[in-house]
């Protein structure tokens, strides 16, 4: 049978989401995908399912759905309290819902983006080969939009009651907090910019805009200047590359940033780091950037990355 | 005068290869040459290539690939572009409809220009164009060099809505917006050409490194 949640209610913003679109960003498409690509990831190895499966991701505010029959879901995260039924469930964990069932998923106050997996993925239309959603294309996931009341989302797996009662336990996922630490690798263009604002990047402050989506993260602290009048043409961009814009403000390159842009990049935060800033609160999270070398951030990655192979049962 | 090629990282899972540093056809071919070198080869590890006017950006997965595998590779690539001599790029025509209710720009790039409206015409559709590279939106070619004598700045506050279809200019490039998006560009015609399907086996018309003709349509 087939296991279909109802979307009740959202208050945010909510996207299917898979592992993103690759092979078509030379053409101009962004990659879109999870801004937390650890929790995205822990939300399908908690099922079980293949790696990248299509999930469902919310952001910025609430969302309650209801089961239409039996199912497991697995429910990660930062910043959500997680209510099934009568009862609260801590997140990073698989569950059984009974038909008829409330899921709710309460915005608290620190972190950001929640991911819901059902079995085997959830069931869309695959366009360019990925189901992510690319809201300013108006394609992918359903129907190239964010989810809405009366929206079904269907499992393209049937489930198993020994999927439930799953854990991660907290020591093997990245270390979120208020205010993290990020590992920048330095360059393409960080020789662009005149000394003294080189170390007042590396050792500021920032806080994140609220201005902020899913295209980047405006960053908001001491503007960086620039040594000439150099005229960067057009080059390929990635998620965590960080522009400067000709107002100094930097900016981070997040999930559905473009595929190319002009501005000169005074370096890339470490995919290993990408979690705590995606996670990171607009307006109150503060954040600050240290200098890491390719080597030790791709060490790094593999390190934590590692974390999604202990899962275990809860207790 | 020879610019040194340069291998930089973007951060722990791409790698800029700059070949160049400014907008020129025969460094924007060897990106192309070198983005096709590395399709063809198909290693392990690369997630796909991004061309640009003078650089390549290789995306690669870091638990596959090492910083200093895929450096290795890339430096053997690019002795190996200059090498190989260049594909025949392919060639396409793209009908358009200048100016009145398609062109509202084509006025005042004349008059910038000091021309009369027929003459950035024919200027405009006597060149062959290549596609340096596409962003911005899915499927919006960057393309040039414009003649001189129709350069025209862009916009300095842009559109909200510019149609998908219409062929404008901005400094020496030329394009075509390939989906409705906010525009700042001077917009002097339009072509019922469709750039980008989604649900199409062929969702791309364009891709980088192709030629293009503008021609007047026959209406």
Same mark, same amino acid.
């Given at each position: 049978?087939?296991?279909?949640?109802?979307?009740?209610?959202?208050?945010?913003?909510?996207?299917?989401?898979?592992?993103?679109?690759?092979?078509?960003?030379?053409?101009?498409?962004?990659?879109?995908?999870?801004?937390?690509?650890?929790?995205?990831?822990?939300?399908?190895?908690?099922?079980?399912?293949?790696?990248?499966?299509? &999930?469902?991701?919310?952001?910025?505010?609430?969302?309650?759905?209801? #089961?239409?029959?039996?199912?497991?879901? *697995?429910?990660? +995260?930062?910043?959500?309290?997680?209510?099934?039924?009568?009862?609260?469930?801590?997140?990073?964990?698989?569950?059984? %819902?009974?038909? +008829?069932?409330?899921?709710?998923?309460?915005?608290?106050?620190?972190?950001?983006? *929640?991911?819901? #997996?059902?079995?085997?993925?959830?069931?869309?239309?695959?366009?360019?080969?990925?189901?992510?959603?690319?809201?300013?294309? #108006?394609?992918?996931?359903?129907? +190239?939009?964010?989810?809405? &009341?009366?929206?079904?989302?269907? &499992? &393209?797996?049937?489930?198993?009651?020994?999927?439930?009662?799953?854990?991660?336990?907290?020591?093997?996922?990245?270390?979120?907090?208020?205010?993290?630490?990020?590992? %920048?690798?330095?360059?393409?263009?960080?020789?662009?910019?005149?000394?003294?604002?080189?170390?007042?990047?590396?050792?500021?402050?920032?806080?994140?805009?609220?201005?902020?989506?899913?295209?980047?993260?405006?960053?908001?602290?001491?503007?960086?200047?620039?040594?000439?009048?150099?005229?960067?043409?057009?080059?390929?961009?990635?998620?965590?590359?960080?522009?400067?814009?000709?107002?100094?403000?930097?900016?981070?390159?997040?999930?559905?940033?473009?595929?190319?842009?002009?501005?000169?990049?005074?370096?890339?935060? #470490?995919?290993?780091?990408?979690?705590?800033?995606?996670?990171?609160?607009?307006?109150?999270?503060?954040?600050?950037?240290?200098?890491?070398?390719?080597?030790?951030?791709?060490?790094?990655?593999?390190?934590?990355?590692? +974390?999604?192979?202990?899962?275990?049962?809860?207790? | 005068?020879?610019?040194?090629?340069?291998?930089?990282?973007?951060?722990?899972?791409?790698?800029?290869?700059?070949?160049?540093?400014?907008?020129? !056809?025969?460094?924007? $071919?060897?990106?192309?040459?070198?983005?096709?070198?590395?399709?063809?080869?198909?290693?392990?590890?690369?997630?796909?290539?991004?061309?640009? /006017?003078?650089?390549?950006?290789?995306?690669?997965?870091?638990?596959?690939?090492?910083?200093? $595998?895929?450096?290795?590779?890339?430096?053997?690539?690019?002795?190996?572009?200059?090498?190989?001599?260049?594909?025949?790029?392919? $060639?396409?025509?793209?009908?358009?409809?200048?100016?009145?209710?398609?062109?509202?720009?084509?006025?005042?790039?004349?008059?910038?220009?000091?021309?009369?409206?027929?003459?950035?015409?024919?200027?405009?559709?006597?060149?062959?164009?290549?596609?340096? !590279? !596409?962003?911005?939106?899915?499927?919006?070619?960057? !393309?040039?060099?414009?003649?001189?004598?129709?350069?025209?700045?862009?916009? $300095?506050?842009?559109?909200?809505?510019?149609?998908?279809?219409?062929?404008?200019?901005?400094?020496?490039?030329?394009?075509? /917006?390939?989906?409705?998006?906010?525009?700042?560009?001077?917009?002097?015609?339009?072509?019922?050409?469709?750039?980008?399907?989604?649900?199409?086996?062929?969702?791309?018309?364009?891709?980088?490194?192709?030629?293009?003709?503008?021609?007047?349509?026959?209406?």
């Amino acid at each position: 049978m087939k296991m279909t949640i109802e979307v009740l209610e959202v208050n945010g913003l909510a996207t299917i989401q898979d592992s993103g679109r690759t092979s078509w960003r030379r053409f101009g498409v962004p990659a879109s995908g999870p801004m937390d690509v650890f929790a995205f990831q822990a939300a399908n190895v908690l099922l079980g399912n293949p790696g990248g499966c299509a &999930a469902v991701e919310i952001g910025l505010g609430d969302v309650s759905l209801q #089961a239409a029959q039996d199912c497991v879901i *697995a429910v990660t +995260g930062v910043g959500y309290q997680l209510s099934i039924y009568i009862w609260e469930f801590p997140l990073w964990g698989s569950f059984f %819902v009974r038909a +008829g069932w409330k899921i709710r998923l309460n915005k608290t106050d620190h972190g950001m983006w *929640a991911y819901l #997996a059902v079995p085997g993925g959830v069931r869309t239309p695959s366009i360019l080969g990925s189901q992510s959603t690319y809201l300013r294309g #108006a394609f992918g996931g359903l129907e +190239g939009r964010q989810l809405q &009341a009366g929206d079904r989302i269907t &499992a &393209a797996s049937h489930f198993s009651y020994e999927l439930a009662g799953q854990t991660l336990p907290a020591e093997n996922r990245p270390k979120y907090q208020e205010n993290p630490i990020l590992g %920048v690798i330095m360059g393409p263009q960080w020789d662009y910019f005149t000394k003294e604002s080189i170390e007042t990047f590396l050792s500021s402050e920032y806080s994140i805009s609220l201005t902020s989506d899913r295209m980047g993260y405006r960053l908001e602290g001491p503007p960086l200047t620039q040594r000439g009048n150099k005229e960067l043409i057009s080059e390929g961009m990635t998620f965590g590359a960080i522009q400067v814009p000709s107002n100094g403000l930097p900016i981070v390159s997040m999930a559905d940033g473009p595929s190319t842009g002009g501005y000169p990049k005074i370096g890339a935060v #470490a995919s290993a780091d990408l979690p705590l800033l995606a996670q990171c609160v607009p307006n109150q999270s503060r954040i600050r950037f240290r200098e890491t070398t390719v080597t030790k951030a791709q060490e790094k990655y593999r390190a934590v990355f590692e +974390g999604l192979q202990k899962i275990v049962p809860d207790e | 005068m020879q610019f040194k090629p340069r291998i930089l990282p973007l951060g722990d899972s791409s790698l800029l290869v700059e070949l160049g540093d400014e907008i020129d !056809m025969a460094v924007n $071919q060897r990106v192309h040459a070198l983005a096709h070198l590395i399709e063809v080869s198909s290693i392990n590890g690369i997630i796909e290539t991004v061309p640009a /006017y003078a650089t390549l950006l290789v995306h690669y997965d870091p638990l596959v690939l090492s910083y200093i $595998q895929i450096k290795n590779y890339l430096r053997e690539k690019i002795t190996q572009v200059e090498e190989i001599s260049s594909r025949k790029p392919r $060639q396409l025509e793209v009908p358009v409809r200048y100016g009145g209710e398609y062109g509202p720009d084509l006025e005042f790039v004349a008059t910038h220009c000091g021309l009369r409206v027929e003459d950035v015409i024919r200027i405009h559709t006597e060149q062959i164009y290549t596609i340096f !590279m !596409m962003g911005f939106t899915p499927g919006f070619p960057y !393309m040039g060099k414009l003649d001189n004598a129709i350069i025209t700045p862009r916009l $300095q506050t842009p559109r909200t809505r510019v149609p998908a279809g219409t062929v404008a200019i901005a400094g020496s490039q030329t394009g075509i /917006y390939s989906i409705d998006s906010p525009g700042g560009w001077r917009l002097i015609g339009w072509t019922p050409l469709r750039l980008f399907s989604p649900e199409s086996e062929t969702p791309f018309l364009f891709s980088p490194g192709d030629e293009v003709k503008f021609i007047v349509e026959r209406p």
